[in-house]
């Protein structure tokens, strides 16, 4: 199956410090992958969309300044946790599609999640 | 709001016992549904998926799923569940005319060996 790669898998920062997450599909080509959060014995919620080429589109309540999300290749996206802050200690999970010869599939693939820690 | 459901939220049972958790969806159309499945320390992964067809929906690992249009649901089944089955279980949906996938809070099940 297609693969998922994240960059850090954990991440330790003080408070006011910028963090990026990478996330990188290794064998195909993503025009959209998806990144959430994963609070603690929580499910997986949607922070936003990400579009090779152009802006991210966000969901409610997600502050589109304070998480940076740039898609500037086919294969790249990376989430920027902006003057990280204790709060935004979470898991970072990205995922994408893979369109198997133009055909969707449907089904996303995850990355391993990145665990971010704000001190 | 619109969302998806799960109704278990930590189930526990013995190893050759049969399982079904919960999933209802509030979205009106057609939808895409999914269960993804998270063993210990590993990262999500696809169990079965329904896009149309046959709503008796085959999987991996012997589970499989019901799509009851009528009840907006999609219940998990698995006749015996193994000690290896111990995970958290996610449904989501993609809402129809929509690219995004929408998780539910998950089941964490637990098999006793």
Redesign the interface.
Known sequence: GAVVSQHPSWVICKSGTSVKIECRSLDFQAT?M?W?RQFP????M?MA?SNEGSKATYEQGVEKDKFLINHASLTLSTLTVTSAHPEDSSFY?C?ARDYLAGVYT???F????SRLTVL | AQSVSQHNHHVILSEAASLELGCNYSYGGTVNLFWYVQYPGQHLQLLLKYFSGDPLVKGIKGFEAEFIKSKFSFNLRKPSVQWSDTAEYFCAVNPPGDDKIIFGKGTRLHILP
């Open positions: 959209t998806f959430y014995k929580q499910s997986l949607l969309t999970i995922s449907g089904e996303l995850f990355g391993e999640g």
